[in-house]
């Protein structure tokens, strides 16, 4: 399978900071999605972004298929952007997903 | 339109009992997958349905099964039940089984087995 490698495991970070978060994949990708996990569990689509760069609001993501890489830039960062983000590829060969183990973000007021 | 929906939310079950877990997938999705999520990992792939049949199975024991209905909704079933199996389980579903597919989860069943 698919090693998918997401760091830094935790960050704390003050509200309005910025932030990257970096997800790592080990084989060519057909589908990459970051998600944000709330507190009761709920995967929120965040991009769709197996290559390019996209910006929604303040969160944008930017895949390099090539170098096997994505981030996942988080600006002015707020309380309510806390919780855990995952990034998950689907490879050319596959049907299913592989997570990476997540990055804990907590933003204090 | 309606997310992913999935029932029930939360499941207090003891080892040896059997569960049933259901999801309900987008208006128009015909594929379905099932992810098991244990505290402190990212969820790990159980099964992918499409048009009722079974198109991918993860590395699970066969205590694990599922299926899926002509309305595209599924149930996860878990036999002789263990306390690892204690964990989210999450659905998903997307348009058609291709890998390209965005996926859309359901807000999840919190299993516990005591």
């Known amino acids: 399978g698919i090693q998918v490698e997401q760091s830094p495991p935790d960050l704390i970070l003050q509200e309005g900071a910025n932030s990257t978060l970096r997800c790592n994949f080990s084989?060519?990708?057909?589908?990459l999605q970051w998600f944000h996990q709330n507190p009761w569990g709920q995967l929120i689509n965040l991009f769709y972004?197996?290559?390019g760069t996209k910006q929604n609001g303040r969160l944008s993501a930017t895949t390099v298929a090539t170098e096997r890489y994505s981030l996942l830039y988080i600006s002015s960062s707020q309380t309510t952007d806390s919780g855990v983000y995952f990034c998950?590829?689907?490879?050319?060969?596959?049907?299913?997903?592989?997570f990476g183990s997540g990055t804990k973000l907590n933003v204090k007021p | 339109d309606a997310g992913v929906t999935q029932s029930p939310t939360h499941l207090i079950k003891t080892r040896g009992q059997q569960v049933t877990l259901r999801c309900s997938p987008i208006?128009?999705?015909?594929?379905v997958s099932w992810y098991q999520q244990v505290l402190g990992q990212g969820p790990q792939f159980i099964f992918q349905?499409?048009?009722?049949?079974?198109?991918g199975r993860g590395n699970f024991p066969d205590r694990f099964s599922a299926r899926q209905f002509p309305n595209y909704s599924s149930e996860l079933n878990v036999n002789a039940l263990l306390l690892g199996d204690s964990a989210l389980y999450l659905c998903?579903?997307?348009?058609?089984?291709?890998?390209?597919?965005?996926?859309?989860f359901g807000p999840g069943t919190r299993l516990t087995v005591l």
């Open positions: 998903a579903s997307s348009l058609g089984e291709q890998s390209t597919d965005t996926q859309y």
């Open positions: 084989d060519s990708v057909n589908n």
């Open positions: 972004i197996p290559s």
């Open positions: 998950a590829v689907v490879g050319y060969n596959f049907n299913k997903f592989y």
């Open positions: 208006s128009g999705h015909k594929s």
């Open positions: 349905y499409y048009e009722k049949e079974e198109r």
